[in-house]
């Protein structure tokens, strides 16, 4: 089944606009599927092919991006050094949410055990 989703993706200027054309190609895929009920290993077989392209493209975003980030670290180290102190105190901040969600929750529980708990008083 030859369909014109499965072109080779032609270069569109960057890497960011050959990651979204092969996902729209995906999509697209998806789409027409369900329109000419075409065979199981047809299916299969195409969408392998724009999977992969579509991981291709995104491994290559990957790449670039993380040639960038060497390169900044490399140009720039306290830049990277500010990053990690930042994602480290984000972090913090998040464990510290999370405590105290426990512990509220753990009041609440303590609270309810000693409702529970409590010996009747006679009247």
């Known amino acids: ?3 014109p989703s499965l072109k080779p993706l032609e270069p569109t200027g960057t890497i960011i606009d050959e990651f979204e054309d092969a996902f729209h190609s995906v999509c697209k895929y998806l789409d027409q599927i369900d329109d000419k009920k075409p065979q199981m290993e047809d299916i299969k077989r195409d969408a392998d092919v724009l999977v992969s392209r579509f991981i291709d493209a ?3 975003c990957e790449q670039y991006f993380l040639q960038k980030h060497i390169q900044i670290a490399n140009a ?3 830049q990277v050094l500010k990053e990690e102190c ?3 105190r984000l972090e913090i901040t998040r464990k510290d949410t999370a405590i105290e969600r426990h512990y509220e929750k753990l009041r609440s529980w303590q609270e309810t055990l000693s409702l529970l708990l409590l010996p009747e008083t006679p009247i």
Do not use: I, Y
């Open 86 to 88: 930042n994602e480290l």
């Open 58 to 60: 995104g491994r290559t």
């Open 1 to 3: 089944m030859a369909e």
């Open 76 to 78: 720039k180290p306290e």
